[in-house]
């Protein structure tokens, strides 16, 4: 019977140790399916031992051995279902993540196709943006850029600075704050061309930009 102790020792430093190690889900599902058939066939050679035992008379100390080692085997097939079950949701939880990256990849490359369909030069910050109309103000001198390609159709002066009216294939907008024009009427500009400087600051800026929506192909 010092085996059959040593049999259940073994049995728990197995089943508890055995599922430490840092290895993948697919491999820790494997350890743990071989896991469970190996606590079965223990429990089978348990029952038979004790019908063995019993047509020997044995005394009552091997019995409750017998009993000990029996309750450890269901503990620790408890133990690796729970096991099995944090997997499986772990699984579940992976899948999720797929999907919703997946979904998310989806959304910014339309993002991206519809930049790069509509989309415009911002004329302070040169980021290609969704065209949108805006007032702000700005702090330090800085370079405006031209929000598409077009000619300039009109400039002026309002409140002591320039503003310019741009008109491109399908979008035309009002520029105003300008301290400096590098363009003149009439000639073609390209999208994110330098138009003009602002350098007396603090200034109001404005951005007021209409395009056409484009149609899309079927």
Known sequence: MKKLSFVVLAILFFVKSGLSAQV?????????????????????????TEKFLSYKNLNIENSIKLKIFEDTLAK???YLNEKEKQLSQKIKTLQ?????????????EEIRR????????????RAKKIPKSYSLRVNSPT???????????????????VFIRLKGKR??????????LEVGMGRPIKEGQVIGRI??????????????KLKVPK
Do not use: H, W
């Open 76 to 78: 620790s097939l408890e």
């Open 114 to 125: 519809k930049l790069k369909k509509e989309g415009i030069t911002d004329p302070l910050s």
């Open 24 to 48: 993948s889900i697919a491999q820790q599902k494997k350890q743990i399916e071989q896991m469970k058939k190996n606590l079965l066939k223990l429990y089978f050679c348990t029952l038979v």
């Open 199 to 212: 350098f007396r600051v603090p200034k109001k800026f404005e951005f007021l930009v209409n395009c056409k």
């Open 143 to 161: 370079n405006v850029y031209a929000p598409f390609g077009g000619r300039i159709s009109e400039v002026g002066i309002r409140a002591g600075s």
């Open 171 to 180: 979008c035309e907008a009002i520029i105003s704050g300008i301290d400096e």
């Open 96 to 108: 999720k993540t797929k999907e919703l990256e997946k979904v998310r990849r989806e959304i910014i």
